[in-house]
């Protein structure tokens, strides 16, 4: 279906800007938005917008529609800035019902050796992206990249937890140090699983703080450092040396901005429950029955692959603590090495069944979190009446599911620390150690899922 025309209450040059975007469209062969989405990294409802009207998109917007329809970016750039300098203004960032100014959270990841080792550099950076997206869009921005930026007793993820919205964006340094610190990957992940499986991925910005082929040819293999180039990372290598305030640093700091205000243009905010409706009930998207009879269907098999993963937990517990003394009272090198070995044997089916349940687990709950998070909207909004059979088999299955899968997940971090001082030890266990760590930090992301359910049930009980 062709684009329809925009308004003519705009300017002519926004007209004539809007009539050859329908002629691209059309020569591309008349897409539909949600294949246009696909392409080029914007939500069907962005790609609607921009090719609707009636505001001119921002550049960022409208430079991946011209890209995912063919079209000669330079040529559009002129075009674009044609009809700005006309007096068309482009398209202001979505602004949330409950304010009447955008309140932009940034919350920046980083190693703090990389901090140090660059002088406050990437302090320095995140500081100038808040001035300077403060100056660009003049809404409020609040960063939060250390302790002093959180009050005692105040936990970032219960701050997103409690107020993720598409004006919630995380900066993550990526480095050798990042990809190497537990705390650093479980934060990224965390984050990650707080968002679900759906397009506000985009609201996680890498910044490549190191050289990218350097990274790539050590941990080319690493699932955090593959996940990282699937999220369009930035290259932030030159600012390790480049001086604060230099020409090279005042662009760095601003196409940040530009691709925080991109992203933030682009995510469907609180204000369009309207549109948030319609993905979730057009032909193509799954709606509320659908996700119903999946539940139903792999319930049962969700929760014995939680069961069975506690049981892999304890097993592997008990192996390596029954293990330790026993490597410790050897009496050589060699009987050390054939104990590790033996204890090796016996983690590597654990290990590759703990990866397994992982993945198969992860995937079940990505496939859900949208509509379940999309259900508990709809009973709070009153759209789903709480006093409803339905409605009270769907509140009580994911309070049954989110409470199982919280609880037999509540081990993770001891686990985790274990695995971690036993690496090293033999070269015929680090594979077992390694394995059963990757699969703790997906369960990391389940565990996340399960607890964002959890709280918006507990937030729809508060509002009853």
């Not at 329908?22 to 917008?49: C, F, N, Y």
């Not at 409950?98 to 995140?126: M, P």
């Not at 892999?312 to 060699?334: D, K, L, M, W």
């Not at 909207?377 to 409803?388: C, H, L, Q, S, T």
């Amino acid at each position: 279906m062709n684009a329809k025309s925009p308004s003519k209450d705009i300017s002519p040059a926004a007209q004539e800007l809007f009539a050859a975007l329908r002629q691209l469209h059309l020569r591309a062969g008349e897409p539909s938005t949600r294949a246009i989405a696909k392409a080029s990294d914007l939500s069907h409802t962005t790609v609607h917008s921009a090719l609707r009207g009636p505001r001119v998109p921002s550049w960022p917007v409208l430079a991946k529609l011209v890209a995912a329809l063919d079209g000669d970016e330079e040529e559009w750039r002129e075009r674009w800035t044609a009809t700005r300098d006309a007096g068309e203004q482009s398209a202001p960032l979505p602004i949330p019902a409950s304010s009447l100014a955008l309140e932009v959270s940034i919350f920046a990841s980083y190693a703090r050796i990389d901090d140090k080792a660059t002088h406050s550099r990437i302090s320095n950076i995140v500081s100038d992206i808040e001035s300077m997206l403060e100056s660009l869009t003049g809404s409020t921005v609040k960063v939060f990249k250390d302790t002093d930026s959180i009050a005692p007793g105040e936990d970032w993820r219960d701050r997103i937890r409690m107020g993720l919205s598409s004006s919630t964006i995380l900066l993550a340094f990526i480095s050798p140090a990042y990809l190497r610190s537990e705390m650093c990957r479980q934060e990224f992940k965390e984050f990650l699983g707080f968002l679900g499986a759906n397009s506000e991925t985009r609201l996680i910005i890498p910044l490549v703080y190191s050289n990218f082929e350097r990274i790539d040819a050590h941990f080319d293999s690493d699932d955090l450092w593959m996940t990282v180039k699937k999220l369009q990372a930035l290259p932030l290598n030159n600012m390790r040396s480049t001086d604060r305030g230099s020409s090279e640093w005042i662009q760095t700091v601003e196409k940040i901005s530009y691709r925080i205000e991109e992203v933030l243009s682009s995510v469907e905010t609180t204000e369009n429950h309207a549109s948030r409706s319609e993905l979730i009930s057009t032909e193509e998207d799954s709606g509320l029955l659908e996700l119903f009879a999946d539940m139903e269907d792999s319930g049962p098999q969700v929760r014995t692959d939680l069961e069975r993963f506690a049981e892999i937990i304890t097993e592997v517990g008990e192996s390596t603590s029954n293990t330790a003394p026993r490597i410790a009272s050897a009496q050589t090198f060699g009987a050390k090495l054939a104990v590790s070995s033996q204890l090796a044997d016996q983690l590597n089916p654990l290990s590759e069944e703990a990866a397994d349940l992982s993945q198969r687990l992860l995937s079940t709950l990505n496939r859900w979190d949208v509509g379940v998070r999309f259900g508990i909207e709809m009973v709070a909004r009153g759209k789903m009446p709480i006093d409803n059979e339905n409605t009270i088999t769907f509140v009580d299955s994911i309070a049954n599911l989110a409470d199982i899968g919280v609880n037999s997940l509540g081990q993770l971090d001891v686990l985790r620390t274990a695995i971690e001082s036993g690496k090293g030890i033999s070269k015929p266990l680090n594979r077992p150690l390694a394995q059963i760590q990757q699969a703790l930090l997906t369960f990391a992301e389940i565990s996340a899922i399960f607890q964002g359910w959890k709280d918006a049930l507990n937030a729809l009980g508060d509002e009853d």
